[in-house]
């Protein structure tokens, strides 16, 4: 029988890298992709084929070439694999090994030059996207052909369309290009029978040097293109049916939430919630493209969407854990009383490009909670302790309760406490926003904190 083609609604689908694991993952987001009308699918790079693109780029810079070839093999048999599975035709085949060909040559300048910078870097990782889409598009194919769908798909070079900054490593993406390009490019897209099958993860700058946008900027890169396109809907396709209550790993009480606010889903993936990029909702929220986030290998299990407004506004909606955070107190008479303390200070913090996740002020001292990472940079603290005295903490975790009117609900910090009332919390932030409230434990206690609160606000 004849598959449908919905064109009432322009749906932009993203598949991350488990959907895109070997030609089974592949053959089935394909049909997912196609039950559910996508007009464009973005995809990742192969399971685990960015962490070897990385090694890759460090073992060809540091290392010898015979380690760097092992890699380059390990990556090339993959694919192949794949593709054979898939009985890629020879166009699409030609197309990959020319892929794989380049791939091997960058490599050897890397080694030769002994260097690899954050341009080359972005360069390296633009291949396992660049890889995989031309797989997935013959997957797409084959979907079609066995559906007898009247729609074709077609490879698109993301780059094309996906303009950013020359910031190598964490490009901005630049709005207003994109748009202007989407129109050029897909400006029929609504009319059309045709599936395109793009990268995520990477870019262009105007002039044509590959950016990317950071790891877990596959999400972003899909959102980005539902805003170009004027998309309807954005679907984000991983291993899990939605977004949980909490982590499963942690509580297994934790369940699938369906529906959450855009605002209440931003301050999850910024706190920990690992189902989304937290700049993913960025381009969404602006256009206010509803997202719907499910499971490939179980697409009829239901899923999260997220929207601007929701029906259902609970107290606490869901929790999040961040691990391996930092706590660093900086300390000083001279902050008592006096202006401008507080700007030297984010201004070395903003020198140095690192991000502060909550903070709490008294008198003489601010506290601010850090990725255990921002430590690596060691001129950092240097600079702190030629303002004040400093305290750093480690090994410390971030525990977030995320909701609706948090900071005007009487009783709700006695609760809290209540039920963690033999763990020490070392700092709480509340206030700034009415969807959250943040506190710091020790690391050690993280996960226990965590199930704790699961049971008291969502069982």
Known sequence: MKTAYNSNQLIVSKFGGTSMGDAQCMLRSANVALKQGSKIVVVSATSGTTNDLIELANTAEKSSWEKAQVIINKIKNKHHKIAADLELDKSSLLMMDEMLGELESMSRGIHLLKDCSLKAMDSMQSFGERLSSILFRQAMTLTLNKEKSNAKSEWLDVRDVLITDHQFGKARPLTAEIVSRCEKRL???????????????????????????????????????????????????????????????ICP??????????????????????????????????????????????ADLGGTWIKKDVEHTPLVRAMAIRKKQVLVTVSTPEMLYSHGFLFSIFKIFNDHKVSIDAITTSEISVSMTLDDSALLNKALIRDLEQQAEVLVE????????????????????????????????????????????????????????????????IN
């Open 187 to 249: 400006g029929a897209i609504r009319h059309e029978e045709v599936i395109y099958v793009t990268q995520g993860f990477i870019g262009s700058t105007e002039d044509g040097m590959t950016t990317t946008l950071g790891r877990g900027g596959s999400d972003y890169s899909a959102a980005i293109l539902a805003e170009g396109v004027k998309a309807d809907i954005l679907e984000i396709w991983t291993d899990v049916a939605g977004i949980a209550t909490t982590d499963p790993r």
């Open 253 to 298: 009480e934790a369940r699938s939430i369906p529906e959450i606010s855009f605002k209440e889903a931003s301050e999850l993936a910024t706190f920990g919630a690992k189902i989304l990029h937290p700049a993913t909702l960025m381009p969404a929220i602006r256009s206010q493209i509803p997202v719907f986030v499910g499971s490939s290998f179980g």
């Open 394 to 457: 480690e090994d410390l975790s971030l525990i977030s309760l995320i909701g609706n009117n948090i900071n005007h609900t009487p009783g709700l910090a006695k609760k809290i406490f209540d039920s963690i009332s033999d763990i020490n919390v070392r700092m709480i932030c509340l206030g700034a926003s009415k969807h959250n409230f943040c506190f710091i434990v020790d690391g050690t206690q993280g996960e226990e904190a965590i199930k704790r609160l699961h049971k008291t606000f």
